[in-house]
Each structure stands twice: as structure tokens, then as C-alpha cells.
């Protein structure tokens, strides 16, 4: 899923609806991008990406054999074909609790609309990994096929402060690497830097082939998006400034990033907290990082189950050409895995 075309950089005050959008678009004969594939602007998200509707939900917090504090977030979607030969099976699904002592959990299944199957030894990596760490909790799994290692490389946090990578060849197996994120590397005052996502993407100027999207909090207690740049995965370059900060989308907290490109551009798909509406927004950053342009609503979180007015830390997948997104469904730390497919 790729890319438009780059304009200077703006800062819109307030989040615009999709439908606001739209109807802008067609009263000043302008278009939004849409690709192949899709079912035309007025159905398509900004960007040109798909609408997403619910399909079923894939994984509750009760039906689990490790299930320590009732509740699970953060899910991550990766496919095995080609990658692991001896995998359980064409998905690995990675989530985890989070209150403590969370753990990174992995289900697997052979479609991306299910059923996922729980792996009967998780946790696969716990909060006390010796001699590495021992933490109150371990969550927000983020796993990244590395074609260039030929391992899946896993970023975790634990505490909410620092953000680990292990790696995997076989995706269930990890040793444990680095720290490769603290609150440390930020400026003075930041109290959280998680739930961080990694993706391969070419910034030249920078150097860079690999970035990485995360939350970032501060004294003020309002959560930003903020991003870094990376050679190789492993030893990483932030930016002291947010990439996205919640005023400029009219938010009081927004988290749980995920990087899409689309026609040349890039784009971050992004969460605000209930208190805010509870929905997903959109924000073009451009392929080189440089825009900021708030395109507003990505997805509509349901009102009724299992989103109850919230959806959160989408991930994205596709299986023989149909979009599909998993995400984080209902109140924080009361919720489940959900699907949802594109159109």
C-alpha cells in the first residue's frame, strides 16, 4: 500500500472528517489519490487507502491459556511463506498484556481471517531475562522480517521507558540484542518512549534504511508520535522534536503508529485516546519525512463491540490482494485482537 505528491510542509489547527474531506474535494474538482484496487473516493480513505470494515474478532483475552491480567494489545502480523521453513503456520501474529508482568505472546494460523491458534509455550519472552534486564512488564511486540539478516527482529518495551530488539530465525526463538531506545536519548523532561513500530524505508539523505515510529511522552503527560532513522535496525538517530504532536490534530493523546506508503509518499496511521473519540487519523509525512499534513479520519472505530468507541495500534497485512487490518479493539486494557478488511 504507496504513495501522492509533495507539497510544502503544513500544520492544519483541527482534524478534518473524511467526509469533510471528500466533499472538498469534489466541490473544488480536485481528487484524492486512489489506487488500483480500491473502490474510488468516496469510498477510500485519505491517501487513497481503503475503507476498513470489521470482519471478526480473533483473539480475546479469555479464551487464552496465558491470560495473567485479563487483557492484550499491540498485535503484529507477519507472514512466514519463504521466511521460516519450519513454521507452525503462513501467519504469526504476535500481542501481548500489558500490565505487568505482560509477556510477548505469538498465535498462528493459515489465513489472515483465521482462527489463530495460541502458541502453547507463551510467553515467548518474559520481563526477567537474565542477565539483560528485570522489569515490572514486557509489551507492544513489533516484529520485522529483516530480509538483510534473514531473522524476524522483535522490538519490545519494557519499562515504559525503554524499548529492547531480540532476534529470531525460526520467529519464536529470540535472543536478546540491545536497547536501542530510552527515554534517555530524548530531550530533558521525557518520561516515555514506547510501543515503537519498525519499518524498512529508505531515507538517502539520512543515511538511513530503516525508521522507527513511537510514542512519546513528556512531563505535560500528552502523548506525541515521535520517529527516528536507522542504518540497520539496530543503532538508531531520533529527532528531539515530535512528529506528530496532539494539538495539531485536536487529541489529547495519540499512539500506537504504523507507517504506509502509497503513490510516492509516506504516511503515519495513528491512534487517539477514547477521551478524544477513539479513532484512527492519518497524517502524510512525505517520503523523505519532510511533510506534515493531517488528512484526518482513517477509521471509524465502531460504537459497538468489540470496538466500543475505540480502535487502536492497527497493523497491516495482505493475503491474495485483499487488505486486511489487525488492531488493538475496545477500552484500553479491556480489549481484543480485531479484524477488519479492506475494500
Known amino acids: 500500500m504507496n504513495e501522492p505528491h509533495e507539497t510544502p510542509k503544513q500544520n492544519p489547527p483541527a482534524v478534518l472528517s473524511r467526509r469533510v474531506l471528500l466533499r472538498g474535494a469534489a466541490a473544488t474538482g480536485t481528487a484524492l489519490a486512489v489506487g488500483a484496487g480500491t473502490a474510488g473516493a468516496a469510498a477510500a480513505a485519505p491517501g ?4 476498513y470494515t470489521y470482519v471478526r474478532t480473533l483473539l480475546k483475552p479469555s479464551d487464552l491459556a496465558y491470560n495473567p491480567t485479563g487483557e492484550i494489545i499491540f498485535p503484529c502480523v507477519r507472514g512466514t511463506v519463504g521466511r521460516l521453513p519450519a513454521a507452525l503456520g503462513r501467519f504469526y501474529l504476535y500481542y501481548a ?4 508482568p505482560g509477556g510477548i505472546c505469538l498465535a498462528y494460523g493459515d489465513s489472515l481471517e483465521g482462527p489463530f491458534t495460541e502458541y502453547p509455550a507463551n510467553p515467548l519472552v518474559t520481563n526477567n531475562w537474565q542477565p539483560h534486564y528485570k522489569v515490572s512488564h514486557v509489551s507492544s511486540p513489533h516484529v520485522l522480517w529483516n530480509e538483510d539478516a534473514k531473522e524476524m527482529w522483535l522490538y519490545f518495551h ?9 532476534r529470531s530465525k525460526d ?6 540484542d540491545k536497547v536501542v531506545l530510552s527515554t534517555s536519548m530524548l530531550p ?22 530503516y525508521v522507527m515510529l513511537f510514542m512519546l511522552n513528556n512531563t505535560t503527560n500528552h502523548r506525541d508520535i515521535a520517529w527516528g532513522w536507522s542504518p540497520d535496525g539496530r543503532n538508531w ?10 494539538s495539531e490534530v485536536g487529541a489529547v493523546n495519540v499512539g500506537g503508529p504504523h507507517l504506509l506508503t502509497r503513490g510516492g509518499s509516506a504516511y503515519v496511521v495513528y491512534n487517539k485516546d477514547k477521551s478524544s473519540g477513539g479513532d484512527l487519523l492519518i497524517t502524510e509525512v512525505g517520503k523523505d519525512f ?9 477509521h471509524d472505530s465502531m460504537t459497538g463491540a468489540p470496538d466500543n468507541g475505540r480502535t487502536a495500534a492497527p497493523s497491516f497485512g495482505t493475503e491474495n490482494g485483499v487488505p486486511y ?3 488493538e479493539a475496545g477500552e484500553r486494557l479491556q480489549g481484543a485482537i480485531a479484524l477488519a478488511r479492506g475494500k
Open 188 to 209: 530533558a523532561g521525557t518520561t516515555e518512549t514506547s510501543y515503537a513500530r519498525v519499518f524498512r524505508h529508505d531515507l538517502p539523505s539520512r543515511g538511513a534504511r
Open 171 to 176: 520467529g519464536i526463538n529470540f535472543t536478546y
Open 325 to 327: 487490518m489487525i488492531y
Open 237 to 246: 538517530t531520533f529527532d528531539q522534536e515530535p512528529l506528530i504532536r496532539h
Open 158 to 166: 519494557g519499562e515504559n521507558t525503554t524499548t529492547r530488539l531480540a
Open 290 to 298: 519532510s511533510r506534515r499534513v493531517h488528512l484526518g479520519l482513517f
Open 48 to 51: 487513497g487507502f481503503p475503507d
Open 97 to 100: 498484556p500489558h500490565d505487568a
